[in-house]
């Protein structure tokens, strides 16, 4: 049983450009959120897709954006890089809105990405 | 969203017993609590997560007292292994949200030592 992967593992990329990360999450779950993880901070919490729609958002810009497909995979993608997007950027996924008893969400090994 | 206040780091001996606690004064109602373990290079993975008294499962126990204005992870026996950071969740469930974003604090920087 496949669990959340990310590509690519590593990204450099200069300020002003734009990049798309992608996760494809759990076998039989259809939810995916994005974290940002700066060095020696938790994870925060960008977006979250359900249903192919943007359902929740944190306090990330709009230059930070993203697209879930029909198989649930999901893609970020961040535009007019800067260099405080250097951070490793963390895919989660979980079943999406039901009668729960805890919420747990499964998260991917994350995608580093070098901003200079 | 209540707050979470834990120890930015605890030192340990392999083989010793863990308690890492979370205060979260601001609890409400309807917010259960829930801990992570992180590894370097990793995502974070679900621990254990509860709403008061007493709950354990092979990795770990939480205990919450009544006021539920505190809670404690006791991890058993850690081994080197165990060397991660560990992060105290506060968050509400409900049927419209049941993926309520995590909200993450710096968590507690467990080292184990041999």
């Known amino acids: 049983d496949a669990g959340v992967t990310q590509s690519p593992t590593h990204l450099i990329k200069t300020r002003g450009q734009q990049v798309t990360l992608r996760c494809s999450p759990k076998s039989g779950h259809d939810t995916v959120s994005w974290y940002q993880q700066a060095l020696g901070q938790g994870p925060q919490f960008i977006f979250q897709y359900y249903e192919e729609e943007e359902r929740q958002r944190g306090n990330f810009p709009d230059r930070f954006s993203g697209h879930q497909f029909p198989n649930y995979s999901s893609e970020l993608n961040v535009n007019a890089l800067l260099l405080g997007d250097s951070a490793l950027y963390l895919c989660?996924?979980?079943?999406?809105?039901?009668?729960?008893?805890?919420?747990?969400?499964?998260f991917g090994p994350g995608t580093r990405l070098t901003v200079l | 969203l209540a707050k979470t206040t834990q120890p930015i780091s605890m030192d340990s001996y392999e083989g010793q017993e863990v308690n890492i606690t979370c205060s979260h004064n601001?609890?409400?109602?309807?917010?259960?609590i829930t801990w992570y373990q992180q590894f370097p290079s990793q995502g974070p993975r679900f621990i254990i997560q509860g709403y008061k008294t007493k709950v354990t499962n092979e990795v770990a126990s939480l205990f919450i007292p009544a006021d539920r204005k505190s809670s404690t992870l006791s991890l058993p026996r850690v081994s080197l292994s165990d060397t991660a950071v560990y992060y105290c969740l506060v968050g509400a469930l409900s049927w419209n949200s049941g993926n309520t974003p995590l909200v993450f604090g710096k968590g507690t920087r467990l080292s184990v030592i041999a």
């Open positions: 601001n609890i409400a109602t309807n917010d259960y």
């Open positions: 989660a996924s979980s079943m999406g809105p039901r009668e729960v008893s805890y919420n747990e969400q499964f």
